[in-house]
């Protein structure tokens, strides 16, 4: 059973890093084609991904935000950690963690962790 | 980057009825469009890949279909569990993106 669970903090300070967690279970971060991406949701707004990390260690970022993020896995861990720095009000959302299955597409997606910005 | 326009953006349905959502393609993305289902709460479900392929568990009563620029989410008699916020996304170019969503609520 393919499984993925956000954890990080519930509330950061504008400028602050977010530093966010993907574990995930019933697969490995290292099969060939795989990767973990992370989505986040504004309240009330639509779907923005975020960034990707591939089996390989290839990555790619949301153009937007690039400057601001990075993202790292840890195979021996099935963890996927995700930064993103200068925290601001606009950046408060539900953050998701998700697979890309071997065919490029998102087949399943963690819980979900909500993140608020405020001082 | 790729925009992709959703319509309606909300519709009211009975049980039972046929929902029909569409998502345009800013350009062509060949069949690299996926359709997912959000709920409050839950984990978002994924329910369409590569245009009309299945997720796995996913109740036939969802199709989809399309290609290049046109695409189409179909859901037969709706089910009071259907009752939620729908969105495509592009896969083909990076960034990934998404559409604003279809929100289906109750009649």
């Known amino acids: 059973q393919i499984t993925l669970k956000e954890s990080g903090p519930a509330l950061v300070k504008p400028t602050q890093t977010l530093t966010l967690t993907c574990t995930v279970s019933?697969?490995?971060?290292?099969?060939?084609?795989?990767?973990v991406g992370w989505i986040r949701q504004p309240p009330g707004k639509a779907l923005e991904w975020l960034a990707l990390v591939f089996w390989d260690d290839d990555k790619r970022f949301s153009p937007s935000l690039k400057s601001r993020l990075t993202i790292t896995k840890d195979t021996s861990k099935e963890r996927v950690v995700l930064t993103l720095a200068n925290m601001d009000a606009l950046d408060t959302a539900t953050y998701y963690c998700?697979?890309?299955?071997?065919?490029?597409?998102?087949?399943?997606w963690g819980q979900g962790t909500l993140v608020s910005v405020s001082s | 980057d790729i925009q992709m326009t959703q319509s309606p953006p909300s519709l009211s349905a009975s049980v039972g009825d046929t929902v029909t959502i569409t998502c345009r393609a800013s350009q062509d993305i060949r069949s690299f469009l996926a359709w997912f289902q959000v709920q409050p709460g839950k984990a978002p479900k994924s329910l369409i890949y590569a245009a009309s392929g299945f997720q796995i568990g996913v109740p036939s009563r969802f199709s989809g279909s399309g290609s290049g620029t046109d695409f189409t989410l179909t859901i037969s008699s709706l089910q009071p569990e259907d009752f939620a916020t729908y969105y495509c996304q592009q896969y083909d170019t990076y960034p990934w993106t998404f559409g604003q969503g279809t929100k289906v609520e109750v009649k």
């Open positions: 019933g697969f490995s971060l290292s099969a060939n084609g795989v990767g």
């Open positions: 998700a697979r890309r299955a071997p065919t490029g597409d998102i087949d399943y």
